[in-house]
């Protein structure tokens, strides 16, 4: 077993050349190939005059060595999320060049990488522990995106308490991961706790956790560093034998894991996920591990300093992974808690309005910034919607140009090109996965537009209670559409609408016919009448039913019919006053 080396005095220490360091594609690296690796960037980058340097690089070896060839230089690594066109744009005004796998115009400076036979600087080097060595690029609560600094010494104290707290799981394991090493908690837990520990990493990442179920058997035990969005998800059919008998722990984090993917988790591979909560700017504050069919509360890491602030309810620490403070200064997050005597904690939810979706963190006043910049919206408003996993929803009002779009080319064709100009900027993970298109932003009595409104349109819910039907298939053509829905049995609006039968009462049938009128064919304006309505036959919970919408703009009225295999239930037309 090696021995643990803090960051500061990795490029001087003595290890064997031939301790492997990595496994790429199913070839090992060894440490001797990292050091030279690293030597010849070194030699490359004392050449170069600029001190920020853009870094992207897939592969996780490469990455390291060019990061320590970034610090002894006194260069300063600057850690985009992702290379997407906007983001990488976005970069120009904080570097002076950029390393690795960038799609960049010409004028750009992009430092060629050296040649695998190049000669390196290899003498051994102590790197200075108060230098600013990483920038991370997170969003900020205004929208804009944020460069967190990070010294030496912040990153160096997290890596070694990372090993004072699991350094017994880690003894001749290797570390895999389906969380990119350009996030900080990636970074940390695949890349540098690793390199001190004289640990194999994974040099590849895996998209999917059944790809490690199958990982070469030359890798022995090893360390799953993993994530919610894959934890959540873990198909029960697999027979996930060859990863339970090779793991030793698993870690998660991004953002809280539910008690049943945990439970899921620790039943299918064997050990119940360490789940770490912290940030970008924090670091690690806190972990739990979900052992029982009840929330567990937090644990403050070794070190980390909990109090509740007072005018906001949220929870505020004191770290030596954050800049030195006063003995009166604390930092203040976003989340707000339920802090007991004992110093463990409950999240009770977040007051700002960057949200966490499958781990991954975005501001979602500039999701709807960039929205209404496309040529086709003329006003947007996001949403997280939470119930069996959280994802991100997306309510647009199209302009002209734009609705004359949706009409002739369908809400598919829609949902696919906003979808595709959102990516251009936002990782694929918290880009929409639900669009609805009304006439106008929903408001209340008062003129706001409020979050339970907007999570009306998607089929939000009341008292935990779904308030639309579930949509299984939309057919629409023109001026008129066909709806397939299922009836969910635990519809709010089934409450005392009978006791002894629950039926769908008329009046809901009409507010669906109103909602989806308008989401579809831009049925819009005030309500005047209604004209030859019938109601048939009862829908009862559970049940599978379709609806027929026409709208005739000229006389500002939609008729609609709903209709099942027991035959008609109602049918009718709503009139409106205004906007045909």
């Not at 803090?6 to 001087?12: A, E, G, I, P, S």
């Not at 009409?407 to 064709?413: P, T």
């Amino acid at each position: 077993m090696n021995k643990f080396v803090n960051l500061q005095q990795l490029l001087d220490c003595q290890r064997p050349a031939t301790l492997p360091q990595a496994l790429r594609g199913g070839r090992q690296l060894s440490w001797g190939q990292w050091r030279r690796r690293v030597g010849q960037w070194r030699a490359v980058l004392a050449d170069q005059s600029g001190n920020t340097w853009a870094l992207y690089h897939p592969d996780a070896f490469e990455f390291s060595a060019i990061l320590f060839a970034l610090w002894a230089t006194g260069k300063v690594a600057c850690v985009p999320g992702s290379n997407q066109p906007l983001v990488v744009d976005g970069l120009s005004r904080w570097v002076d060049g950029y390393i690795g796998d960038f799609a960049l115009p010409s004028t750009s400076h992009r430092l060629a990488s050296p040649e695998e036979n190049a000669v390196g600087i290899d003498e051994p080097l102590t790197l200075d522990r108060d230098q600013l060595v990483l920038e991370i690029f997170t969003s900020g609560s205004s929208g804009e995106p944020q460069a967190i600094k990070k010294f030496l010494y912040q990153l160096s104290e997290e890596v070694a308490n990372l090993e004072r707290l699991w350094g017994g799981l880690a003894p001749d394991t290797a570390t895999v991961g389906t969380v990119s090493h350009h996030h900080i908690y990636g970074l940390l837990f695949r890349v540098l706790w690793p390199l001190a520990g004289g640990r194999c990493f994974d040099s590849d990442l895996s998209d999917y956790l059944e790809a490690l179920n199958i990982h070469p058997a030359g890798w022995g035990k090893i360390l799953l560093v993993s994530s919610p969005s894959h934890l959540s998800r873990i198909p029960e059919q697999t027979d996930w034998t060859g990863l339970q008998n090779r793991c030793r722990g698993i870690f998660s984090s991004g953002a809280p894991l539910p008690c049943d993917a945990s439970l899921a988790a620790s039943r299918l591979l064997g050990h119940a996920p360490i789940e770490v909560y912290g940030s970008s700017e924090t670091g690690g504050i806190a972990y739990r591990q979900q052992a029982a069919e009840r929330e567990v509360s937090w644990q403050a890491v070794p070190g980390i300093t909990l109090a509740l602030d007072d005018a906001t309810a949220c929870l505020k620490i004191r770290s030596p992974y954050l800049p030195p403070m006063s003995d009166t200064e604390w930092h203040l997050t976003s989340d707000r808690v339920n802090l007991a005597a004992n110093g463990q904690f409950q999240l009770l939810g977040r007051v700002d309005r960057i949200a966490k979706v499958e781990g991954k963190r975005v501001s979602l006043t500039e999701m709807e910034k960039r929205l209404r910049s496309h040529p086709a919206v003329e006003e947007a408003r996001v949403l997280v919607l939470a119930a069996k996993r959280t994802e991100i929803a997306a309510a647009v009002v199209l302009n002209e140009a734009g609705a004359r779009q949706l009409q002739s080319q369908g809400r598919r064709a829609m949902n696919t090109e906003l979808g595709g100009y959102l990516r251009q900027q936002f990782e694929r993970p918290v880009v929409p996965r639900r669009w609805r298109y009304p006439a106008e932003l929903p408001v209340d009595n008062q003129g706001k537009i409020t979050q339970q409104n907007l999570a009306d349109l998607f089929g939000g819910t009341r008292q935990g209670r779904p308030l639309l039907p579930r949509l299984i298939r939309v057919q629409q053509e023109g001026n008129t559409a066909t709806l397939h829905l299922a009836i969910p049995d635990d519809l709010f609006y089934f409450q005392g609408h009978f006791p002894a039968a629950a039926i769908l009462p008329g009046v809901v049938q009409l507010q669906w016919a109103r909602h989806y009128g308008g989401e579809l064919l831009g049925f819009a304006g005030d309500f005047s009448h209604l004209e030859a309505i019938k109601f048939q036959h009862v829908v009862r919970p559970s049940q599978q039913i379709a609806l027929d919408l026409g709208y005739d703009s000229a006389t500002h009225k939609l008729s609609f019919r709903y209709y099942s295999e027991s035959g008609p239930h109602s049918s009718g037309r709503i009139v409106n006053k205004g906007k045909g």
